[in-house]
């Protein structure tokens, strides 16, 4: 059994949140990903986790014919306004419903981490790329060129308490380490890229409104209230509060591409 109902029900709990206040930051990364993996008119585009579907819509207006699949069905809800014509579905990463050899480009953004078994959801994905396209995975980049560090820091303390050896959200940013995880899935790793996006919010009540959008979060305020998590959050990122009252986090993703 996959990840899927349940992830689906962290992540589309605050959807709309996640996609005004949250995704429009990682068009960067998408963009750069999107570059390195040739994505162009003609080209078959699939996003495993995709989201409220922004990358896919940046592939799309490449001419791209882009698929995506989530787990949350809020999401996808979203994702399909965004890519008309686009085939966006609801689905578990570990069971991708297409055929063999579809797709000339997958990618999974910030994803295959969240899945039960992230091995077997990346030879998921090598199924379904066409022989040598690219399988593109990207993850947190190193922990101390992320600003939101402190931010996932203070949730993680209001999380259930992870099994023993359970890795950190910056486990796979590790060196080595992202290689080592898609070659036991049979890819062939090849460079990794580095990407520094920038997070904005107007005051410290959309950044917060913002933050508690992901899935983690929302697991965190199903475990230890709303309010612990709120004043948490609010403590640990008040440091990067500008004299205007804004707030900014600018963050390393690190993306790996590989073929399939």
Not at 22 to 46: H, I
Not at 198 to 226: C, H, K, Q, W, Y
């Amino acid at each position: 059994m996959g990840s899927a109902q349940t992830q689906g029900e962290l992540w589309g709990a605050r959807a709309r949140e996640w996609a005004d206040l949250q995704e429009v930051s990682f068009g960067p990364l998408y963009d750069a990903a999107l570059n390195a993996a040739k994505a162009a008119t003609g080209s078959a585009v699939l996003d495993v986790g995709c989201g409220a579907g922004l990358a896919l819509k940046m592939a799309q207006a490449r001419g791209a014919k882009v698929t995506g699949l989530d787990a949350a069905a809020g999401l996808v809800e979203i994702a399909r306004r965004r890519c008309p014509g686009g085939d966006i579905r609801l689905g578990e990463c570990e069971e991708l419903p297409f055929a063999d050899n579809s797709f000339d480009v997958t990618t999974g953004f910030n994803s295959f981490q969240y899945a039960t078994d992230p091995v077997h959801a990346l030879s998921e994905a090598k199924r379904v790329t066409k022989p040598n396209g690219y399988v593109v995975v990207a993850v947190w980049g190193a922990a101390d060129q992320c600003e939101l560090a402190p931010y996932l820091a203070a949730v993680g303390k209001l999380l259930p308490p992870p099994p023993p050896g359970a890795p950190g959200p910056f486990a796979l940013s590790a060196p080595g380490a992202l290689e080592a995880l898609v070659g036991k899935a049979g890819l062939t790793p090849g460079a990794i890229a580095s990407v520094i996006t920038t997070m904005r919010f107007p005051d410290e009540a959309t950044t917060v409104r913002g933050l508690l959008a992901s899935g983690v979060a929302e697991r965190a305020i199903r475990n230890s209230g709303e309010d612990a998590v709120r004043k948490g959050v609010s403590d640990a990122v008040r440091p990067s509060r500008k004299g205007d009252g804004s707030y900014e986090f600018k963050n390393e993703w690190r993306f790996l591409l590989s073929r399939a």
